[in-house]
T-cell receptor, first 110, second 115 residues
Framework: SQQGEEDPQALSIQEGENATMNCSYK?????LQWYRQNSGRGLVHLIL?????REKHSGRLRVTLDTSKKSSSLLITASRAADTASYFC??????????FGQGTTLQVKP | GAVVSQHPSRVICKSGTSVKIECRSL??????MFWYRQFPKQSLMLMAT?????????EQGVEKDKFLINHASLTLSTLTVTSAHPEDSSFYIC???????????FGNGTRLTVT
């Protein structure tokens, strides 16, 4: 089964700074997805990047994908206290099934 | 956007009783639904995959007789925790998948406490 491994496990920054999280995986993929989870809530989908795409933007989020290195990164620019959450990457095949790693816990200090 | 409704959000039950959790896709039809559980400060663990009208596929180590999954329609899946015990206390989260190369849409989870 494919699972993403996020790095770092924890990240603490000041409001206004940028946050970068990395993801590595081991198998071939159809796409790679990033999710956010606020404490005690379900996951919220952030961005889906297909295997033939190298970069994708959504508001303050920028995701890159390097399939040759089997890695992805999520950049959150101009972070806000509300961005405090856990972030997960999920490499996906054509079944929809996602296996989640430990995630990156981001704390944004006001 | 795609919305998944999960009920109840919290439930407390006594040991030995059964609890049913519902997961509904409100504005789309879900090809597949997935059930996860999450312990405090841990990641989500996939329990099972369910497709409408067929038996659920359980992940290794998940007791199918304990966690009964019914996927009655393209918009509704239920998870029943049978004969619950305190060790079943956890956060259960459902998700729904609409079509290939689409993301999962998650419910807000159910906090189950077994006393």
């Amino acid at each position: 089964s494919q699972q993403g491994e996020e790095d770092p496990q924890a990240l603490s920054i000041q409001e206004g700074e940028n946050a970068t999280m990395n993801c590595s995986y081991k198998t071939s993929i159809n796409n790679l997805q990033w999710y956010r989870q606020n404490s005690g809530r379900g996951l919220v989908h952030l961005i889906l990047i297909r295997s033939n795409e190298r970069e994708k933007h959504s508001g303050r989020l920028r995701v890159t994908l390097d399939t040759s290195k089997k890695s992805s990164s999520l950049l959150i620019t101009a972070s806000r206290a509300a961005d405090t959450a856990s972030y997960f990457c999920a490499p996906a095949s054509n079944t929809g099934k996602l296996i989640f790693g430990q995630g990156t816990t981001l704390q944004v200090k006001p | 956007g795609a919305v998944v409704s999960q009920h109840p959000s919290r439930v407390i039950c006594k040991s030995g009783t059964s609890v049913k959790i519902e997961c509904r896709s409100l504005d789309f039809q879900a090809t597949t639904m997935f059930w996860y559980r999450q312990f405090p400060k841990q990641s989500l663990m996939l329990m099972a995959t369910s497709n409408e009208g067929s038996k659920a596929t359980y992940e290794q180590g998940v007791e199918k007789d304990k966690f009964l999954i019914n996927h009655a329609s393209l918009t509704l899946s239920t998870l029943t925790v049978t004969s619950a015990h305190p060790e079943d206390s956890s956060f259960y989260i459902c998700s729904a998948w609409e079509f290939p190369n689409s993301p999962l849409h998650f419910g807000n989870g159910t906090r189950l406490t077994v006393t």
